[in-house]
């Protein structure tokens, strides 16, 4: 596709789960020349794809939670691949688009219909891990079976138990305007 090589499959070193796992669509040491990576809607479908393909094999999620504001794009069609159900979850630092509390706030919680599931709670992208943090904690107060952690891309040193690519840069999504549009 345009010039990328082809996506792989790759195991993280995580122990977190023993088969956890990424899927890395450009190869990283090319990424590490560049500060900014746009990723489009082919390139984010195929992500989508592989990630769901991955986590559904391995993992059997029966339910999808998606994290706003990315990560309900990125979950609901990761639900749509898996034909699981899909919740959103808000956790925020924001109003709008102006940063009014240091840490981030459980805005919109999970639904009560997490008991007994295999969840898997996905965000477009992270570095600290915060955010997946807390939701995760969130989640488990509903007694989920299990609680499985992805995003398409990890661009710092928290290591979900899936992702599909890493890149440290920035990132701009599809859905994301461009500066001045």
């Known amino acids: 596709m345009w010039g990328l090589p082809k996506p792989q499959i790759k195991k993280t070193g995580k122990s977190q789960a023993s088969n956890s796992g990424r899927v890395n669509a450009m190869d990283e040491s090319a990424q590490a020349n560049k500060k900014v990576?746009?990723?489009e809607w082919d390139e984010y479908s195929r992500l989508c794809t592989m990630l769901a393909k991955k986590v559904g094999k391995e993992r059997k999620p029966g339910v999808v939670v998606g994290i706003a504001h990315g990560g309900v794009i990125v979950g609901a069609t990761v639900a749509t691949i898996l034909q699981r159900d899909f919740f959103p979850i808000k956790f925020s630092r924001r109003v709008n688009a102006r940063v009014v509390r240091k840490k981030s706030k459980l805005m919109v919680p999970p639904t009560a219909d997490l008991e007994g599931a295999r969840v898997l709670l996905i965000d477009d992208a992270s570095s600290s891990g915060?955010?997946?943090k807390g939701a995760v904690r969130a989640i488990k107060k509903h007694n989920p079976k299990e609680v499985t952690t992805a995003v398409l891309v990890r661009?710092?040193?928290y290591e979900p138990d899936y992702m599909a690519t890493y890149f440290?840069?920035?990132?701009i999504f599809p859905w994301m305007l461009e500066?001045?549009?």
């Open 37 to 39: 990576r746009r990723i």
């Open 130 to 132: 915060e955010t997946l």
């Open 155 to 157: 661009s710092g040193a």
């Open 168 to 171: 440290a840069g920035k990132i």
């Open 179 to 181: 500066e001045g549009a």
